[in-house]
């Protein structure tokens, strides 16, 4: 139903598009082959078979995309001269299992207090799969750009969802993957990969966060930069009270904010990235005005948004 929306059309008529997906192509929450339902395995890897068929039949993806009986490789990289390249992740199909899931359901997402969680620090849990990992070090290490965006599907600054003392994770993200996340930016510390950007979305929220190492400790470097796009039309689930109520918990969250519905709309040259945070007025009246809400910047060689 979504491609018969003249609007959506035009859209993919007029400009070049980069896909990746998240987990409702197929079922809310699914970890590689296990899903959030109890369903026999057989089923579910049909299920998803199928899924993963209609996404690429509807989708701008490359003939080597087709999928296979064994999934569908995705992951890719898109180079937009020595100016960006966009690293294109697949944060689902081959993530281990959340940890810690609800004592009523089979898998998924779980809020937790990660001192009752010791599960979520294993280090042997990985987010991407080991494949997917290592050929986003080699592609980083190789990389000619002057920015590197790592699209991926949800926000990657830590958030602590525990007002006061302790912290709460949300298991689904990369807070459910600390260790796998914690990998990666040190990564990009380590090899000094020029101008690093997160994209990220699935929160229904505007956030625009400094990525660290060590979200812990205040004095820890900023390792890149972050910006995750609210939703198109859906609404959050969280109000926005308790979206601010979360900020100072989360100091490395520049701002956050789930009343409005919307995009982020970047423009990048060799010296700056600068975002808008789009903001529609309505969703439901074709005509809505649509205005910026918040715009920041990242200088070239300075990893770290500012207010603009």
């Known amino acids: 139903l979504y491609k018969t929306d003249p609007d959506l059309q035009a859209a993919h008529a007029a400009y070049p598009w980069i896909c990746t997906w998240d987990d409702h192509e197929v079922a809310n929450d699914y970890a590689a082959d296990?899903?959030?339902?109890?369903?026999?395995?057989?089923?579910?890897?049909?299920?998803?078979?199928?899924?993963y068929k209609a996404y690429y039949e509807h989708m701008p993806l490359r003939e080597r995309m087709r999928p296979t009986a064994s999934g569908m490789?995705?992951?890719?990289?898109?180079?937009?001269g020595a100016l960006a390249r966009f690293f294109i992740l697949d944060g689902r199909q081959y993530?281990?299992?959340?940890?810690?899931?609800?004592?009523?359901?089979?898998?998924?997402?779980?809020?937790?207090?990660?001192?009752?969680?010791?599960?979520?620090?294993?280090?042997?849990?990985?987010?991407?799969?080991?494949?997917?990992?290592?050929?986003?070090?080699?592609?980083?290490e190789l990389t000619p750009a002057r920015w590197n965006i790592i699209t991926q599907q949800t926000l990657m600054a830590q958030l602590d969802q525990q007002p006061g003392p302790g912290r709460q994770a949300w298991t689904d993200g990369w807070d459910g993957y600390p260790a796998a996340r914690r990998k990666l930016l040190d990564f990009l510390a380590a090899?000094?990969?020029?101008?690093?950007?997160v994209i990220g979305g699935d929160t229904h929220t505007f956030y625009v966060a400094d990525l660290k190492s060590d979200f812990d400790q205040p004095r820890s470097p900023v390792v890149a930069s972050e910006f995750v796009g609210t939703s198109i039309s859906a609404q959050s689930s969280w109000t926005p009270e308790r979206v601010a109520q979360l900020l100072p918990?989360?100091?490395?969250?520049k701002f956050a904010d789930n009343r409005h519905r919307g995009y982020v709309r970047v423009e990048v040259t060799p010296r700056q990235w600068r975002a808008e945070l789009r903001a529609m007025e309505s969703v439901q009246k074709?005509?809505?005005?649509?205005?910026?809400?918040?715009?920041?910047?990242?200088?070239?060689?300075?990893?770290?948004?500012?207010?603009?």
């Open 73 to 80: 490789r995705i992951y890719a990289q898109m180079g937009w």
């Open 191 to 197: 090899r000094k990969t020029p101008n690093p950007v």
């Open 95 to 140: 993530r281990s299992p959340q940890a810690c899931p609800r004592p009523d359901r089979k898998g998924g997402s779980n809020t937790v207090d990660i001192a009752a969680c010791p599960q979520l620090f294993n280090p042997e849990r990985t987010m991407l799969g080991r494949l997917q990992e290592r050929w986003l070090e080699t592609a980083l």
């Open 34 to 51: 296990q899903p959030d339902e109890d369903v026999p395995l057989e089923e579910w890897v049909a299920r998803r078979l199928v899924a």
């Open 249 to 253: 918990e989360n100091p490395h969250i």
């Open 286 to 308: 074709p005509d809505a005005a649509c205005n910026t809400l918040a715009s920041f910047v990242v200088d070239d060689g300075k990893p770290g948004p500012r207010r603009a």
